[in-house]
T-cell receptor, first 112, second 112 residues
Framework: GENVEQHPSTLSVQEGDSAVIKCTYS??????FPWYKQELGKGPQLIID?????GEKKDQRIAVTLNKTAKHFSLHITETQPEDSAVYFC???????????FGKGTRLSVIA | DSGVTQTPKHLITATGQRVTLRCSPR?????VYWYQQSLDQGLQFLIQ???????AKGNILERFSAQQFPDLHSELNLSSLELGDSALYFC???????????FGPGTRLTVL
């Protein structure tokens, strides 16, 4: 089955700097790659996703890139703010009825 | 607010007991997913229902069962509880199996 590896497990950046979180997946049939942000005491919140027919997607300060050949995808956050501090999870799935397989998460701390 | 609701928010019980967790999906969503989040295992998929029918099964123990009712709300039943079942249990919903999943706030289960 699918296996998703996520790095780093913790990341500290200065406010205003960029943050990059990387994930690799094992199932070449996976074609949907969402990213979730989880704040303390809350459920995971979908922040951006990408499908395999696209190499990059951007939404304001957040972007995701996908390299299907290398089977890895990354989350980029620019101009980080203290409210970006949270745990971020990547995930992968095939289309259809296969549920999400999550990475172990990255705890991002943005230092003011 | 994702539109997915879960009750109760917290649950404290003893080993050997049985509990029921409830989830109401977003309006119009047909698919419900259950996930378990523990510190050492991350987010693990348990089971998925689509319009009342079981669609996919993950790492769900035989002591656990679920169902989705005609009004599309879902219940996760956990029986013969063990200390290791203590975790956060999340429900997510999507319009179809191939669409974005939105998570509820979770139920924190503590087994003493």
């Amino acid at each position: 089955g699918e296996n998703v590896e996520q790095h780093p497990s913790t990341l500290s950046v200065q406010e205003g700097d960029s943050a990059v979180i990387k994930c690799t997946y094992s199932d070449s049939a996976s074609n949907y790659f969402p990213w979730y942000k989880q704040e303390l005491g809350k459920g995971p919140q979908l922040i951006i996703d990408i499908r395999s027919n696209v190499g990059e997607k951007k939404d304001q300060r957040i972007a995701v890139t996908l390299n299907k050949t290398a089977k890895h995808f990354s989350l980029h956050i620019t101009e980080t703010q203290p409210e970006d501090s949270a745990v971020y999870f990547c995930a992968a799935s095939r289309s259809g009825n296969t549920p999400l397989v999550f990475g172990k998460g990255t705890r991002l701390s943005v230092i003011a | 607010d994702s539109g997915v609701t879960q009750t109760p928010k917290h649950l404290i019980t003893a080993t050997g007991q049985r509990v029921t967790l409830r989830c109401s999906p977003r309006s119009g969503d047909l698919s419900v997913y259950w996930y378990q989040q523990s510190l050492d295992q991350g987010l693990q998929f348990l089971i998925q229902y689509y319009n009342g029918e079981e669609r996919a099964k993950g790492n769900i123990l035989e002591r656990f069962s679920a169902q989705q009712f005609p009004d599309l709300h879902s219940e996760l039943n956990l029986s013969s509880l063990e200390l290791g079942d203590s975790a956060l249990y999340f429900c997510a919903s999507s319009w179809d199996a191939d669409n974005e999943q939105f998570f509820g706030p979770g139920t924190r289960l503590t087994v003493l």
